[in-house]
């Protein structure tokens, strides 16, 4: 079955660490996303990607990074640099030709010790 | 700049009555809207979408909503609650060139019995 997969589904951050996050789909789309969850806000953009080795920030970049050196692949780092890590990560898929459906995988919850 | 409003961020239903969720967006160009539904702990799953086609737009779980240009708005129905839709859902707007999607703080349905 085609989708998306995100591993672990939960993590755990010490104060200091870098943390990633993994995120792979087998929908044969260019467009990758990585949105951030918290109670009440809805879902942010952090990073997206249209086409390998290309990636823009999103609204809310900094204290993450990410890289997309495979079409299937684009994880997702928090580093140390985030002071407020603690939240849902979702990861989406689409094919970048505009106006097209976001397809969403599972998320990843993220907790810091 | 585009931008969704979810009137509502808790609505409490019982199950088999009418179920309205609101959703307001404001948008430069015509829009591209979406309702997605997520349950505790899962990715999002769409809904339905509104891509300037026909104005009532029917989607999964009998859910549907219409596109009301003159009121920006873009409501989310469905004639009788089940259980089993018990869930958060957001309304989305395409925003820019690059397929950025931006979601309202979402509603958390509640049906009981």
């Known amino acids: 079955d085609g989708g998306i997969t995100q591993s672990p589904k939960y993590l755990f951050r010490k104060e200091g660490q870098n943390v990633t996050l993994s995120c792979e789909q087998n929908?044969?789309?260019?467009?990758m996303y990585w949105y951030r969850q918290d109670p009440g806000q809805g879902l942010r953009l952090i990073y997206y990607?249209?086409?390998?080795?290309?990636?823009q920030k999103g609204d809310i970049a900094e204290g993450y990074s990410v890289s997309r050196e495979k079409k299937e692949s684009f994880p997702l780092t928090v580093t140390s640099a985030q002071k407020n890590p603690t939240a849902f990560y979702l990861c989406?898929?689409?094919?970048?030709?505009?106006?097209?459906?976001?397809?969403f995988g599972p998320g990843t919850r993220l907790l810091v010790l | 700049a585009q931008s969704v409003t979810q009137l509502g961020s808790h609505v409490s239903v019982s199950e088999g009555a009418l179920v309205l969720l609101r959703c307001n967006y404001s948008s430069s160009v015509p829009p591209y809207l979406f309702w997605y539904v997520q349950y505790p702990n899962q990715g999002l799953q769409l809904l339905l979408k509104y891509t300037s086609a026909a104005t009532l737009v029917k989607g999964i779980n009998g859910f549907e909503a219409e596109f009301k240009k003159s009121e920006t708005s873009f409501h989310l129905t469905k004639p009788s609650a089940h259980m089993s839709d018990a869930a958060e859902y957001f309304c989305a707007v395409i925003a820019g060139g690059y397929n950025k999607l931006i979601f309202g703080a979402g509603t958390r349905l509640a049906v009981h019995p």
């Open positions: 990607s249209q086409i390998v080795n290309d990636f």
């Open positions: 929908l044969n789309h260019d467009a």
């Open positions: 989406a898929s689409s094919d970048p030709t505009g106006f097209e459906t976001q397809y």
